[in-house]
């Protein structure tokens, strides 16, 4: 498998912190995802390639209490419905997102990050983004439960 | 002390159509608890809103680079608005009889405060700015379908949770 592209069915991990609250147990013990498991300040959320860590989640854990969710990255790619509109409700922009590698980490060649073209002019996209892939990873459960 | 602090504080207590003798002694012996300071704190942790602001006191411990990653530290004056902002809420609720549930505390990566409700299917985010708040509600994953956000002005707050207790 080439490091260059990300194939669409490849699995991404995501470390998501407890002690930051980016999860929170329900009233029946269920661990919920927050939308801050995926945030990022540059706006490309960062995982990392299960193909690329032998398929182990425990590799992306940031510590050891961190939970570990995971996307495809066809579910990211098939977003397409995340626009942004002029003040009439008319679209000036729709945004395509894609995953790509990251070879700034030279530590960790499974590094891939979630990107938006074009870039995003405000965090409005960003946030709704943020819900539409704590969705997709909520539904498919966790790879590694979080602990408190 | 805050508003809702007292607010909560008369709204555990029995009415006084309702006190018996013995309930009008443990009233007076609450009063004469409330203002010695250990019982204060223990009344106090007892209402339903304090747990959250408490967590929201504690962002500000959150320094530069809190999630390894290069997060903005929390913002202090987002901080002050985030908890008037609670407390704002949970007067609403009282007023509207709606249930109060503590949302998920925590911070973005730009120094926001974020407040995140669930109830079944429904989801609200708000996040707390120096400037402003931003809401997103969810209720469902079509973005353009499902998905709404806004500015949160003073006015829309109660419609949010009603909304999200509906």
């Given at each position: 498998m080439s490091s260059d592209s990300v194939a669409d069915d490849e699995v991404l991990f995501r470390s998501v912190s407890s002690k930051h609250n980016q999860c929170t147990r329900d009233t029946s013990g269920r661990w919920k995802l927050s939308s801050q498991a995926f945030s990022d300040r540059y706006y490309k959320p960062s995982v990392d390639r299960a193909i690329l860590c032998n398929s182990d989640p425990s590799h992306t854990q940031k510590s050891p209490k961190d939970g570990v969710v995971s996307v495809i990255a066809v579910e990211v790619r098939k977003i397409k419905d995340i626009s942004q509109n002029d003040d009439k409700g008319n679209v000036i922009t729709t945004h395509a997102f894609d995953v790509i590698p990251d070879a700034d980490i030279p530590d960790n060649p499974a590094h891939a990050l979630i990107v938006s073209t074009p870039d995003y002019c405000n965090s409005k996209v960003f946030k709704k983004l943020l819900e539409r892939l704590r969705y997709i990873a909520d539904r498919r459960g966790w790879m590694i439960e979080p602990q408190e | 002390m805050s508003h809702a602090a007292y607010a909560t504080t008369g709204y555990d207590w029995a009415s006084?159509?309702?006190?018996?003798?013995?309930?009008?002694?443990?009233?007076?012996?609450?009063?004469?608890?409330?203002?010695?300071?250990?019982?204060?704190?223990?009344?106090?942790?007892?209402?339903?809103?304090?747990?959250?602001?408490?967590?929201?006191?504690?962002?500000?411990?959150?320094?530069?680079?809190?999630?390894?990653?290069?997060?903005?530290?929390?913002?202090?004056?987002?901080?002050?608005?985030?908890?008037?902002?609670?407390?704002?809420?949970?007067?609403?609720?009282t007023q509207l009889y709606i249930d109060w549930s503590a949302p998920n505390v925590t911070a973005s990566p730009h120094g926001e405060v974020v407040l995140e409700w669930w109830n079944r299917e429904k989801k609200l985010t708000v996040y707390v700015s120096e400037a402003q708040s931003d809401f997103v509600k969810v209720w469902g994953p079509d973005i353009d379908e499902e998905m709404e956000d806004g500015i949160l002005s003073d006015g829309q707050t109660a419609s949010l949770l009603i909304w999200l207790e509906a």
């Amino acid at each position: 498998m080439s490091s260059d592209s990300v194939a669409d069915d490849e699995v991404l991990f995501r470390s998501v912190s407890s002690k930051h609250n980016q999860c929170t147990r329900d009233t029946s013990g269920r661990w919920k995802l927050s939308s801050q498991a995926f945030s990022d300040r540059y706006y490309k959320p960062s995982v990392d390639r299960a193909i690329l860590c032998n398929s182990d989640p425990s590799h992306t854990q940031k510590s050891p209490k961190d939970g570990v969710v995971s996307v495809i990255a066809v579910e990211v790619r098939k977003i397409k419905d995340i626009s942004q509109n002029d003040d009439k409700g008319n679209v000036i922009t729709t945004h395509a997102f894609d995953v790509i590698p990251d070879a700034d980490i030279p530590d960790n060649p499974a590094h891939a990050l979630i990107v938006s073209t074009p870039d995003y002019c405000n965090s409005k996209v960003f946030k709704k983004l943020l819900e539409r892939l704590r969705y997709i990873a909520d539904r498919r459960g966790w790879m590694i439960e979080p602990q408190e | 002390m805050s508003h809702a602090a007292y607010a909560t504080t008369g709204y555990d207590w029995a009415s006084p159509a309702q006190a018996t003798h013995t309930t009008t002694r443990t009233l007076k012996a609450q009063v004469l608890n409330f203002f010695r300071k250990p019982a204060t704190v223990a009344i106090v942790n007892e209402i339903p809103v304090y747990g959250a602001i408490q967590k929201i006191r504690q962002l500000q411990s959150w320094g530069a680079n809190w999630d390894g990653v290069d997060a903005v530290a929390v913002n202090a004056e987002a901080i002050a608005r985030a908890i008037a902002l609670l407390d704002q809420m949970y007067s609403i609720t009282t007023q509207l009889y709606i249930d109060w549930s503590a949302p998920n505390v925590t911070a973005s990566p730009h120094g926001e405060v974020v407040l995140e409700w669930w109830n079944r299917e429904k989801k609200l985010t708000v996040y707390v700015s120096e400037a402003q708040s931003d809401f997103v509600k969810v209720w469902g994953p079509d973005i353009d379908e499902e998905m709404e956000d806004g500015i949160l002005s003073d006015g829309q707050t109660a419609s949010l949770l009603i909304w999200l207790e509906a």
